[in-house]
C-alpha cells in the first residue's frame, strides 16, 4: 500500500480520549492490570494517521501568521461537492445547499427542533447511537424505538411494519435514521432505503440522517445517499456529513448538512446560528480541503481495504474460537457489535464481568448496553492489524477460555 496503515504509534499523552481516559470513573473502560499495554478498542476514532494532504494544508496555512476573522471560501464548497459527485454519484449539489455544523450530533438537534416542539416522540432503530440517545433526550424528545432483527443470514432489517405501528400509535413524524448503521454496520441497500422513504412520504415523518460513515464502507458495498432515492427523499432529509470520521479528526472539529428544501434550510440554518457557537475554524476548513482531494480518496480507498481485512479476521477468529458469540458482519464502519447472550449463559456469569475480563487484559472494548444491546459489546477495528490480533489472542488465551 502507498500509505502506512501498519505502524504502531503511541497516542497516550497526546490528547487521545482512548487512552487517557482508561481507568476514569464512568464512562469509560477500566486501565488494564499490571502486565498489559491498553489495545483502544471503544472510543470511535481510529489508530491510524490521518492522510499527509490534511497536514500538509494545515502546516501551509500556518506559515500565514493571521488568523483573524474570515469568511468561508468557496474551495471549502467545491471540496464537498467534488467530493459527494466522486464518492457517492451525487450531482446538483450547490454551495447554498451546505451549511455548517460543529458536529454531527448539534445538526441533528438543529433540524429536530425545526422538525418537532419538545416533548414530541422520535423514531428511531434500535440497537442505537449512544450519542443520538444522549442528545435527544437532553433536549427533552422522547424516543420511540423500532428493533432492527436479524434475518437467516444473520443481516440486521429493519421491520417496517413495526416501524409503521409505531409511527402510528405515537404520533410521529419525525424520525432520526443512521446510514450506514451505527452499532450494527448496515449499509442499507436502494429497496430498503426506498420502502423506508415511501413509508415516510405516507405518513409525512420528516427525515434526520446521520451519514457520517458513508465513506467507511468495506469492499464489497456501496453507500447510497438517502436523498438520492427520489425527489420527496431530497426534500424531506436534512443529511448530515463529515470528514471527521472518514480522516480522523474529531478533535479538530467540523461537520456539515446537506438541504435542498430551502424553506427548511433557512429554518435549520437560523436555529443552528442561535448559541452563536456554531461557526467553522480556519484550520478545519483547511482541513476538509486537504481532505476531499484525489489524495483522500486514494487514502480512503486503502483505508476501506485495510479495515475489510480487519473486519473478516474478526469475524473468522470469533466463529472459530469463541462459539456461543455472535455477531452480525458489518458492511460499513469499523465497528463490531458482540452479541455475548449465549456465551454468558452457557458459562454463568454476565456482561459486566465479561467485559471486566477483557479490560484486565488490555482489551478496552466499549459495553454495549449503553446501545440498547442487552448483552453487548461494541468493538472497534480501527487500528493495525497486528494489534487486532494481539487483543483476539489476549480474547482467547485470558477471556473466552
Avoid at 496503515?5 to 473502560?29: E, V
Avoid at 467540523?254 to 434550510?265: E, F, T, V, W
Amino acid at each position: 500500500m502507498k500509505y502506512d496503515f501498519t505502524s504502531i504509534i503511541d497516542r497516550k499523552g497526546h490528547d487521545a480520549s482512548a487512552l487517557d481516559s482508561l481507568g476514569t470513573p464512568g464512562f469509560a473502560p477500566a486501565a488494564p492490570k499490571e502486565g498489559f499495554d491498553p489495545i483502544p478498542m471503544w472510543v470511535a476514532d481510529m489508530n491510524f494517521a490521518t492522510v499527509p494532504t490534511i497536514t500538509q494544508a494545515i502546516a501551509k496555512r500556518l506559515e500565514h501568521p493571521f488568523f483573524g476573522y474570515f469568511n468561508t471560501s468557496d474551495e471549502y464548497y467545491n471540496a464537498i461537492i467534488r467530493w459527494q459527485k466522486e464518492r457517492n454519484g451525487v450531482t446538483g449539489l450547490t454551495k447554498e445547499c451546505i451549511g455548517y455544523e460543529n458536529g454531527v450530533l448539534g445538526g441533528v438537534i438543529s433540524a429536530l427542533n425545526v422538525l418537532c416542539s419538545k416533548g414530541d416522540n422520535v423514531l428511531l432503530h434500535s440497537p442505537t447511537y449512544i450519542g443520538f440517545t444522549g442528545c435527544l433526550e437532553n433536549n427533552g424528545y422522547h424516543i420511540v424505538h423500532s428493533p432492527l432483527v436479524q434475518d437467516e443470514n444473520g443481516v440486521y432489517r429493519m421491520d417496517f411494519e413495526d416501524m409503521e405501528k409505531k409511527i402510528v400509535e405515537n404520533k410521529i413524524h419525525a424520525t432520526v435514521f443512521c446510514s450506514p448503521h451505527n452499532p450494527c454496520g448496515r449499509v442499507w441497500e436502494r429497496w430498503e432505503l426506498e420502502k423506508a422513504m415511501e413509508l415516510f412520504q405516507k405518513h409525512d415523518v420528516m427525515v434526520v440522517c446521520d451519514e457520517i460513515w458513508s465513506d467507511i464502507i468495506l469492499e464489497g458495498h456501496k453507500h447510497i445517499p438517502l436523498q438520492s432515492i427520489s425527489e420527496d427523499a431530497k426534500q424531506r432529509t436534512v443529511a448530515l456529513y463529515a470528514p471527521s470520521k472518514t480522516f480522523n479528526l474529531a478533535g479538530l472539529i467540523g461537520s456539515y448538512h446537506i438541504i435542498y428544501n430551502k424553506a427548511l434550510r433557512d429554518r435549520v440554518d437560523k436555529e443552528s446560528s442561535l448559541s452563536h457557537y456554531n461557526s467553522l475554524n480556519v484550520l478545519s476548513m483547511h482541513a476538509l480541503i486537504g481532505a476531499y482531494t484525489p489524495e483522500g480518496e486514494e487514502w480512503v480507498d486503502e483505508l476501506r481495504q485495510t479495515i475489510t481485512g480487519n473486519v473478516n479476521y474478526a469475524c473468522d477468529f470469533i466463529a472459530k474460537h469463541f462459539p456461543g458469540v455472535k455477531v452480525s458482519k458489518p458492511q460499513g464502519t469499523y465497528m463490531l457489535f458482540l452479541d455475548c447472550t449465549q456465551w454468558c449463559q452457557e458459562h454463568n456469569t454476565t456482561i459486566e464481568a465479561l467485559e471486566h475480563a477483557g479490560w484486565d487484559v488490555g482489551v478496552a472494548w466499549q459495553d454495549g448496553r449503553a446501545f440498547h444491546g442487552p448483552c453487548h459489546i461494541r468493538m472497534n477495528l480501527a487500528l493495525p492489524l497486528s494489534r487486532v490480533q494481539e487483543a483476539f489472542d489476549r480474547l482467547q488465551k485470558y477471556v473466552f477460555c
